[in-house]
C-alpha cells in the first residue's frame, strides 16, 4: 500500500510509474489526496471540539466546587451537545478513512526506477542466460508421458481423487519431489535463511498484509464457514509473523525459508500450455523472505538472485533471468526477476522462480516497521521461491532422458533420492 506523504511529495514520479505499470486509473490519485485533505479538515474540527469538550469538563468541575450547581447544570447541557457533534464528526472522518483505504488498496506498487518499458511478457528484459545445448534421444518424451511411462505421477487419479490440477505422485517421483523440497531446504538453510514450518490456511488481515487481498481474491481458495483461505505461497503466512510488529535496527535483518504446498484456483485454461505439470491447482514450492532495512533492500534483491541463480546451476538445468517490464509485474512489487527454465522436449521456457523487492507497499499494510536512534520507519520486505517444484520436475525429467529410456538424476540430488537413475 502506498504512503500517501510520498504521494503528496513527489506526485509526478507516481505518476510516471503508474503510467509505466499501464494502471489505467490514475485519477485515483487526485481522489486519494482530496480524500485525505478532506480527512485533515475533518480531524481539525474534531480536534477543535474535544478540545472545547475538555474545557467545558474542567469549568464544571470549578463551577461544582464553588457550589455554583444551576450554572453547572447549564453548562453540562453544552457538553451534550458537544458530544454529539464530535460523535457525528468522527463518524465522517471514519468513513473518510475507509474510502481512502479503498482507493490504496486499488492502486498497485511504483515500478523501480530500473523496470523496463513494456507491456506483455514478451517485453521482458532478458539479463541473464545459461542455455548449454542439451541433445535429447529421437524418441525422447514430453514429462506426462515419462511420468506414465515410469510410474512416477499419476494425474488421471488425480482428477479422480480431486480434480485436474491435483496431480498423485507416486514410487520414485514421490521420492524425487520430497528429495527436491530437502535439498531445497538445506541449501537455503546453509545460506543463512531460518526455516520456518507455518500454517497452510491464513486469516483476511494476513491476505490484505501481503497484498493477496483484495487483488488475488478470486485465485485463492475460501473456506467459507471459518472465512480462511487456502495459501497461494509461504510468502503469506511467513511475511504475516511481523503483521503488527515494531523490530529493533539490531535484529534486521530477518532471512527466513519455508516449504509448503501452494493452492491456486484459476490455474490457467485447458491446452498443451497446461499439460501435466505446467500448471496446477495444488503444488510444492520453497520459498525465501527477507526482511530488510530500506537501504539494504536492493542488495538483498541481488543476494536473492544469485542465490536462486547457484541452485539452478547445481541442478544442471538450462536457464534464463528475466527482470519484468512494468505492465508485466506483479501488484505488490517494485522490481522483479523472474528464473525460468528450459524444457527442452517441450521447446519452450517454464517459469520456476519470481525474485521480488516490494519495498515498504507490504509493510504499510502490515504496520511493519524497525526503529533507529528512537525513530521509526517501515522496513522493505523481500520474497522469492527457491524453487517453485512442478516444473523442475518437468525440466528434469525432460532433460535428463537418455537413449535407453531410462532418467538420470544431478548428482546433487543422488544424495537425497539414494538413486542415481530412473
Known amino acids: 500500500m502506498l504512503l500517501i506523504p510520498s504521494i503528496k511529495e513527489n506526485k509526478d514520479a507516481f505518476i510516471s510509474g503508474l503510467q509505466k505499470r499501464h494502471f489505467k486509473n490514475i485519477d485515483l490519485l487526485d481522489h486519494l489526496l482530496e480524500l485525505d485533505e478532506e ?4 480531524q ?9 469538550a475538555n474545557s467545558l469538563a474542567k469549568e464544571i468541575g470549578v463551577l ?3 457550589n455554583k450547581v444551576e450554572e453547572a447544570n447549564q453548562v453540562k447541557i453544552k457538553t451534550t451537545s458537544s458530544k454529539e457533534q464530535s460523535r457525528v464528526l468522527q463518524e465522517k472522518k471514519t468513513g473518510i478513512e475507509n474510502k481512502i483505504k479503498e482507493i490504496l488498496y486499488k492502486i498497485p506498487n511504483i515500478p523501480h526506477e530500473s523496470v523496463p518499458e513494456g507491456k506483455t511478457p514478451e517485453e521482458n528484459l532478458v539479463v541473464f542466460e545459461q542455455n548449454e545445448p542439451i541433445t535429447l534421444p ?7 508421458e515419462l511420468a506414465k511411462k515410469h510410474d512416477l505421477i499419476d494425474f488421471e487419479l488425480g482428477v479422480k481423487i480431486t480434480g485436474a490440477g491435483f496431480p498423485v505422485y507416486k514410487g520414485k517421483g514421490a521420492k524425487l519431489q520430497r528429495s527436491l523440497i530437502n535439498f531445497f531446504l538445506d541449501y537455503n538453510t546453509n545460506g543463512g535463511y531460518g526455516e520456518i514450518n507455518p500454517p497452510y490456511l491464513v486469516n483476511e488481515a494476513s491476505g490484505f498484509g501481503t497484498g493477496q487481498l483484495p487483488d488475488k481474491e478470486g ?4 473456506v467459507g464457514l471459518d472465512n480462511l483461505f487456502l495459501i497461494p505461497t509461504a510468502e503469506v503466512p511467513v511475511t504475516n509473523i511481523f503483521r503488527d510488529v515494531l523490530l529493533e535496527e539490531k535484529q534486521l535483518p530477518i532471512a527466513l525459508t519455508a516449504y509448503t504446498p501452494c493452492f491456486r484456483r484459476e490455474a490457467g485454461s485447458y491446452g498443451k500450455d497446461v499439460r501435466g ?3 496446477l491447482h495444488q503444488f510444492d514450492k520453497v520459498e525465501i523472505v527477507r526482511i530488510e532495512k530500506p537501504e539494504n533492500s536492493y542488495l538483498a534483491l541481488d543476494l536473492m538472485v544469485e542465490h536462486v541463480k547457484s541452485l539452478l546451476t547445481i541442478l544442471e538445468l538450462p536457464f534464463r533471468i528475466l527482470k519484468l517490464c512494468g505492465g508485466d509485474m506483479g501488484f505488490t512489487s517494485a522490481l522483479t526477476y523472474d528464473f525460468e527454465v528450459y524444457s527442452t522436449a517441450q521447446e519452450k521456457w517454464l517459469e520456476v522462480s519470481s525474485v521480488s523487492n516490494f519495498e515498504t507497499f507490504q509493510a504499510n499494510r502490515l504496520k511493519l516497521k524497525f526503529r533507529s536512534n ?18 523442475i520436475m518437468a525440466a528434469l525429467l525432460e532433460n535428463n532422458q537418455m537413449e535407453d529410456g531410462k532418467i538420470k538424476i544431478p548428482a546433487a540430488l543422488a544424495h537425497y533420492t539414494t538413486f542415481t537413475v530412473i
Not at 480527512?39 to 475533518?42: E, L, S, V, Y
Not at 481539525?44 to 472545547?52: C, G
Not at 485465485?219 to 475460501?222: G, K, L, R, V
Request: glycine share 4%.
Open 39 to 42: 480527512r485533515k479538515q475533518m
Open 44 to 52: 481539525l474540527q474534531l480536534d477543535n471540539v474535544l478540545a472545547e
Open 64 to 66: 461544582i466546587k464553588e
Open 138 to 144: 529421437n524418441n525422447a518424451l514430453p514429462h506426462w
Open 219 to 222: 485465485q485463492m481458495y475460501h
Open 277 to 279: 505439470l505446467n500448471r
Open 374 to 391: 528512537g525513530k521509526t520507519e517501515f522496513c522493505h520486505t523481500l520474497n522469492g521461491s527457491s524453487l517453485a517444484l512442478p516444473r
